[in-house]
């Protein structure tokens, strides 16, 4: 992989990514385990008119995400490298929206890749428009998941003793209560997010009353019971 490199938006051609370049357009970053496909990638994002996308390795990842701050991250690694690169991600104090590009996309909507920033998860051979799309929505705030990746929650809550399908938690409020499962204060979760504490009060509050529950304690023991969350 050679050093992370940029196209301007809605443009084909790329040159080296350098500091300040293009600030007023928003910057996608690539990660891919290839040139091939980090090009291929880039090729379905790059006519949108107000992205900037850079491509790069996860050996470059430290160093451009600190360099450039990027609204959106699209990964397309094989899950070792995936999880790494995830774990540093979610290692930073404020999380850009990540979209997994897997093969399995059941495998990899899990309670980890979602605390490390994971907001959307599509099978590997997803066409420009859905990647588009998906790009959009996470950066708007929105969870983006391929059908076969949701799957995944209601297998897991079968057993439980009480079903979750009554909880109507909403994929930001399921993500509030995993981070409250951590011991997040309101006030690191908004940071971590990238959004208000007044915000981040509302989702508590809502969580709770979803769950029927008094503290933020019981809502995280209520949700593991139903096979929400994990600890």
């Known amino acids: 992989m050679t050093r992370f490199r940029e196209s301007a938006p809605g443009q084909g051609g790329r040159a080296p990514a350098r500091r300040g370049i293009d600030t007023a357009s928003t910057p996608v970053l690539v990660i891919a385990g290839s040139d091939r496909l980090a090009a291929a990638i880039?090729?379905?994002?790059?006519?949108?008119?107000?992205?900037?996308?850079?491509?790069?390795?996860?050996?470059?990842?430290a160093h451009v995400v600190d360099d450039l701050e990027p609204a959106s991250v699209v990964m397309a690694l094989p899950p070792p490298a995936a999880a790494s690169a995830l774990q540093y991600l979610g290692s930073r104090p404020r999380v850009p929206p990540v979209i997994l590009l897997?093969?399995?996309?059941?495998?990899?909507w899990t309670a980890q890749a979602r605390r490390a920033g994971v907001r959307g998860v599509l099978r590997d051979d997803a066409t420009a428009e859905e990647l588009t799309a998906a790009v959009a929505a996470t950066m708007?705030?929105?969870?983006?998941?391929?059908?076969?990746?949701?799957?995944?929650?209601?297998?897991?809550?079968?057993?439980?003793?009480?079903?979750?399908?009554g909880t109507g938690l909403t994929p930001?409020?399921?993500?509030?209560?995993?981070?409250?499962?951590?011991?997040?204060?309101?006030?690191?979760i908004?940071?971590?997010?990238?959004?208000?504490?007044?915000?981040?009060?509302?989702?508590?509050?809502?969580?709770l009353g979803k769950l029927g529950a008094a503290t933020r304690t019981e809502a995280v023991t209520l949700g593991v019971r139903q096979g929400l969350i994990s600890l």
């Open 42 to 61: 880039e090729a379905m994002l790059r006519g949108h008119p107000e992205w900037r996308v850079v491509m790069g390795s996860p050996a470059e990842l």
């Open 102 to 108: 897997a093969a399995e996309p059941l495998g990899a």
């Open 140 to 165: 708007a705030g929105l969870v983006v998941l391929h059908p076969t990746a949701v799957i995944a929650r209601p297998i897991a809550a079968a057993g439980s003793r009480k079903v979750s399908e």
């Open 172 to 188: 930001r409020e399921l993500e509030i209560l995993e981070m409250m499962a951590e011991g997040m204060s309101n006030r690191r």
């Open 190 to 207: 908004a940071a971590r997010l990238g959004i208000s504490g007044y915000t981040v009060k509302f989702h508590v509050a809502s969580v």
